[in-house]
Each structure stands twice: as structure tokens, then as C-alpha cells.
């Protein structure tokens, strides 16, 4: 029997990174993480990546700064080829291991998919993906087909109270303080 076959994959994948290129010749692999703190994404345990339609879970035997990158050491990945192999995978955990949030702050993967509405009750369309800029996060909106104003998608900056006044994600429904025309 297959040790992939016994794996617990995660219910909920949420994605937290990626596996990058190899580094020196003995195993070691690049990460990049999407985890406010790089080194925060060491916290979740296990990671899991797909290869081939296949989960497989990684075990770290450690990890260290090198110059500005993070370099992971993977159990049973002892060469570059093997590490190479692995470049480019996405780094998924279950997302029950996320901290749960207080007051006015989401998490992106719960964003994705609400509808956008403006406070007078226009249709912007839906989240359909975020960005994240210097100062403050904006909103991808996949505008409808229909849309008055034929525009096919907005960028929205996520600024709560003063753009952003209502999440409920419930609903899945954004209210927010926008020109449908902008």
C-alpha cells in the first residue's frame, strides 16, 4: 500500500506558498511564501503539494535564512535533481489551521467570490481576485456581462469605513462606497 494512499489531504486547501528552485546539491529548495511574515509559514504543519493529480505531504528536516531567501531542507530530497522536481509546486495546507480573525479583518480565500454591490444598491460584479499594493489591498471585480457601464472588471482599493462598508460573508455580499462609472 502506498504511503499517499493513507495521507489525511486537507478538507479546505488553501494555498500559503511555493517550492522555488533548487538550491546547491544536496536537496535544498527555495520557498516563497504568501504569509503576512515569511517565516510564518513554518506555523502550518503539514504542508501537502500536488504533483501529477497525486497529494503528497512534505516533511522539513529544517529550513534557514540565505541571503534574502528562505531554503528548505525536504526528508528523502538529497540531490538537486529530486529537488529540482519539485520547483514550482504550491505549498497547501488546510486552511482550519489558520488563526480565526477578529473585527474587521479576512482572509482573501473568503473574499473570493462575494458579490460587490455599491451602497445604493448597483451590482459591481464579483471578487474575483485581490492584489495586494503598498499602501492597502485592492479588490479584482469580474464586472457582469450586463453591466451598464461596459465595464468588464474594477479595481476597488479595500479601504474599510471609507470604501469597504459592509463584508458579510454570509451572504458572500461586499457593500461598498464606489461609482459604478469608475
Known amino acids: 500500500m502506498s504511503k499517499e ?4 489531504i486537507p478538507v479546505n ?24 511574515y515569511t517565516e510564518d509559514i ?10 501529477s493529480g497525486q497529494w503528497q505531504q512534505l516533511e522539513l528536516e529544517g529550513w534557514k535564512h540565505h541571503n534574502q531567501d528562505i531554503i528548505i ?5 538529497d540531490d538537486r535533481s529530486a529537488a ?6 504550491e505549498i497547501i495546507v488546510d486552511s482550519a489551521q489558520l488563526p480565526v480573525l477578529e473585527g474587521n479583518e479576512y482572509y482573501w480565500k473568503d473574499l473570493i467570490g462575494c458579490q460587490v454591490i455599491t451602497t445604493k444598491g448597483y451590482s459591481l460584479g464579483f471578487v474575483q481576485d485581490l ?12 464586472a457582469n456581462l450586463k453591466d451598464a457601464f461596459g465595464i468588464k472588471e474594477r ?8 470604501v469597504v462598508k459592509n463584508v458579510d460573508l454570509t451572504t458572500k455580499i461586499i457593500e461598498v462606497d464606489w461609482d459604478p462609472g469608475f
Not at 531542507?73 to 530530497?77: A, D, E, N
Request: with cysteine.
Open 5 to 8: 494512499v493513507c495521507l489525511k
Open 13 to 36: 486547501p488553501i494555498v500559503l506558498g511555493k517550492l522555488g528552485s533548487a538550491h546547491g546539491i544536496r536537496g535544498w529548495l527555495r520557498v516563497f511564501s504568501s504569509t503576512e
Open 42 to 51: 513554518f506555523e502550518y504543519q503539514p504542508w501537502f503539494i500536488q504533483r
Open 73 to 77: 531542507k525536504i526528508k528523502h530530497i
Open 84 to 89: 529540482n522536481s519539485m520547483t514550482n509546486c
Open 131 to 142: 492584489m495586494e499594493t503598498g499602501s492597502n489591498d485592492v479588490l479584482v471585480i469580474k
Open 155 to 162: 479595481l476597488i482599493p479595500f479601504l474599510d469605513e471609507q
